[in-house]
């Protein structure tokens, strides 16, 4: 364990090894981001709860925790692997990271569109540097977010998909991170760019797992920029293992007369956190942004969100829902920024949350700020417990106590997940949700 105070300078030190390995293997031309990046780390260091958007997560348990740059492994997992894990093997053009890097063997590409590119960021780098070049680290700001900074100073590899204009690409894109610590705490710094051409469309999956229950952190960065009349539909499965810790940011940009919709399911982890900002900046953009978190035992899960209406007669819709248990805790803090050019906006904002027992707690704090009066904005939230009168309606007709509580549960949980249009991953999300709810109902069938 490290100290709070020494942790600045525990990664500024890794840091200066990285600086040198990337200036002896001529990978320098990325340093001047890299270093602006750690420039800002120094600057800002880690948030604590006295700051407004970390006031309920502390991340003093990732902060004291001396992680090691996770590595590639020789005799890491295999095909079988895949099998095993959720989401391991959709039929989709798929790229797999292990640790945070490529791995050409367990990946597969499936036959796509011409001119589209779906690849290691680190090979688009050396080798399409005019393509990745101009969005990479331009809009996901380093310059306010500790982990984000981490992120941009270490990123090593992750996905780069380009979708050239015009192009429609039928099946989905899976992007899978497998997390494998060996032992000792590890951290990966997955870094993925999404370009997406006028008038095409996509649709992206990232699922982040962990192979066993070890001790690792996941920084993650996802930068989406959508092309004017694109359509995008990204979800993000995030299933890691119950002593890991996740922290993530994914950050779009939208031009004029596009549709993005973000599906972001979380299902494990001990400390998660996931931040999405949506950008919209051009005219008549719509955006869609559903959430699911589960948690139990002493999971702690923060949603963080915010949407931009940057110009007039643009529309976003939210829905984030959450089911608590155990002595888990969740956090929900969404805003919708309405800038003063931006008339015509139509923002919906919604939070609700399902406790399963008295020790479950969650802070909800929807936000409106508003600097036009010609737009249509409203935002709201519950948090509460199962309907008694739902309960008694099934019982009588012939359910037991914990099978009514279990179908009630699933119910609230399904909404979202029925919104994802891919049926692989609506399938197996349902599957899931059908599996772990069922698990505390059967024993107590007959209470």
Known sequence: ?????????FYQAHFTRLEEELANNGQSRTLPIRSAAISSFSEIGFPTTRHEEWKYTNVTPVVRIPFKPAGWELDGPTSETLVRVPFGKLAASQLVFVNGHYSRGLSSLRRLPEGVKVESLATALDHKRES???HLARYASYRDHAFVALNTAFMRDGAFVYIPSGEIVAEPVHLLFISTARGEATVSYPRNLIVVGRD?????????????????????????????????????LQWENEEAFHIATLQVYQERGSNFVSH????????????????????????????????TGRQHVDNHTRIDHVSPHCT????????????????????IYVHKAAQKTDAKQTNRNLLLSEDASVDTKPQLEIHNNDVKCSHGSTIGQLDQDAIFYLRARGLG?????SLLTYAFASEIVSRVKIDSIRAQLDHLLVTRFQANSLPRETV
């Open 1 to 9: 364990m490290i100290e709070v105070t020494e942790a600045k300078n």
């Open 264 to 295: 972001s399911i979380a299902l494990g982890g001990a400390l998660v956190r996931n931040d999405v900002n949506a950008v919209l900046g051009g005219e008549g953009s719509e955006c869609v942004l559903n959430g699911l978190y589960l948690a």
């Open 316 to 335: 976003s819709r939210e829905l984030y829902k959450g089911v608590l248990d155990g002595k888990a805790r969740g956090v929900f803090n969404g805003k």
């Open 401 to 405: 106590l914990e099978a009514a509580r």
């Open 132 to 134: 990745v070049e101009p």
């Open 200 to 236: 095409s469309q996509v649709k992206i999956v990232e699922s982040y797992v962990g192979v066993k229950n070890e001790v690792y952190l996941t920084n993650a960065v996802t930068e989406v920029v959508v092309g004017e009349g694109a359509v995008v539909e990204h979800s993000k």
